[in-house]
């Protein structure tokens, strides 16, 4: 008869417990595995693929709530992120920002920086969405310089040659072409050749090639970052997805941004209220504070504004939208109410707008700048 006998080792085998190592190391398994992905993220941004890039972030965060410790048993370690400028756990997150340039739906650059402001990255965002100054809306030439010492002339865009640097210039080149004319140098069949090219760039190319040149002179160059600048400052504070910043004369060509630089940004609610055949006065007036912030930005640098003649067309437009259309004197009202509005929240908010500029000047990405603003905004705070 055969028996059976259990030797006290083979009990041991088994019936003990698995080893808590071997769990620790199958519970760590996705995330590694998630970690050799990341590649993947890299490629996204590169390629400024915002979908793909947000999508992989997302899987990330349920990945990080799945391995994270359950509510009910005490942790030592938070599982929530929050943002501080010295932060360095999930930086990588923060390039998202950069995809967006290349999007073509503006509701996914909204879902961006939702995502990143869920995970606490962006807490300044939006914070002045529902700020409007108290005081009249009937804000009059004699109101606006009460309130910001400058005439109102100096809060709209001059025309080239009649005021500021450009007069100027204007002035020296037609001193020295009459110069050369009285020392028998014939530069005539020249300038017509000039005149002519400048004709056509202006036409056909929105004058793209002699903004492209006069981005050389660094004076220019610097007038054009403070009022982006202004732009991006005040979209992000009230809570306007930025798509990017773009500087390039020739590249805001080809995507087709009227003017010679162009911060794009997103109003979701304005977007919603235009397709429904209507515009409430909160979505126009947020728009037309972000639309008039180069020009005050300008203002209370330099205390002029040069640029911005796109931003008032655009700004006409959209006027002609509403029902029944303002009045030119409403529109004149609606444009100095909100240049004075966007004074105020830059001049409230004046290190991180020179913060903003100094990041672009330094050719930093939109992620790079907006950071540069959040630690601008929360040293000040």
Same mark, same amino acid.
């Given at each position: 008869m055969a028996s059976s006998c259990f030797s006290?080792? /083979?009990?041991?085998?088994? +019936? /003990?417990?698995?080893?808590?190592? +071997?769990?620790? #190391?199958?519970?760590?398994?996705?995330?590694?595995?998630?970690? &050799?992905?990341? #590649?993947?993220?890299?490629?996204?941004v590169r390629d400024k693929d915002l979908a793909r890039a947000l999508r992989f972030l997302k899987s990330m965060e349920a990945l990080q709530l799945q391995s994270s410790p359950s509510p009910s048993r005490p942790s030592s370690v938070n599982s929530v992120t929050t943002y501080s400028p010295g932060f360095a756990g999930s930086e990588r997150d923060w390039e998202v920002l950069d995809t967006c340039l290349n999007a073509d739906d503006m509701r996914l650059v909204g879902s961006a920086y939702s995502f990143l402001q869920d995970r606490g990255f962006l807490p300044n965002f939006g914070k002045c969405k %529902?700020?409007?100054?108290? !005081? @009249?809306? %009937?804000? @009059?030439? @004699?109101v606006l310089k009460k309130s910001t010492g400058l005439?109102?002339? &100096?809060?709209?865009p001059e025309k080239w040659g009649l005021s500021g640097s450009s007069r100027a210039v204007l002035i020296a080149f037609l001193g020295g072409v009459s110069f050369l004319l009285s020392q028998g140098i014939d530069i005539r069949p020249n300038l017509a050749v000039i005149l002519t090219l400048a004709t056509v760039d202006a036409i056909?190319? $929105? $004058?793209?090639?002699?903004?492209?040149? +006069?981005c050389i002179w660094p004076p220019y160059r610097r007038r054009v970052l403070v009022h982006e600048a202004g732009h991006l400052l005040t979209a992000y504070l009230m809570g306007c997805p930025i798509r990017g910043v773009i500087l390039d004369p020739i590249v805001a060509m080809q995507m087709g941004i009227q003017g010679q630089a162009g911060t794009q940004f997103w109003d979701e609610k304005l977007e919603n209220e235009l397709a429904e !055949?209507?515009?409430? $006065? @909160?979505?126009?007036? #947020?728009?037309?504070?972000?639309?008039f912030a180069g020009i005050a930005a300008e203002?209370?640098?330099? !205390?002029?504004?040069e640029g911005g003649e796109n931003d008032e067309n655009l700004f006409r437009s959209i006027c002609l939208l509403l029902q029944p259309p303002l009045s030119v004197a409403e529109m004149s009202n609606q444009a100095r109410w909100s240049v004075l509005q966007s004074y105020n929240l830059l001049k409230w908010? &004046?290190?991180?707008?020179?913060?903003?500029?100094?990041?672009l000047e330094s050719g930093h990405s939109l992620s790079i700048v907006i950071r540069r603003i959040e630690e601008a905004l929360l040293s000040s705070s």
């Open positions: 006290p080792l /083979s009990l041991a085998l088994s +019936s /003990s417990p698995i080893p808590k190592s +071997s769990v620790k #190391r199958r519970q760590w398994k996705p995330i590694i595995k998630a970690l &050799k992905e990341w #590649r993947e993220y890299e490629d996204a %529902n700020i409007v100054i108290d !005081g @009249t809306r %009937n804000v @009059t030439p @004699t005439e109102a002339s &100096k809060l709209s056909f190319l $929105g $004058g793209s090639c002699l903004a492209q040149i +006069s !055949g209507r515009l409430s $006065g @909160t979505a126009f007036d #947020r728009y037309c504070i972000v639309l203002a209370l640098v330099y !205390g002029e504004a908010h &004046k290190q991180a707008h020179k913060a903003a500029v100094k990041a």
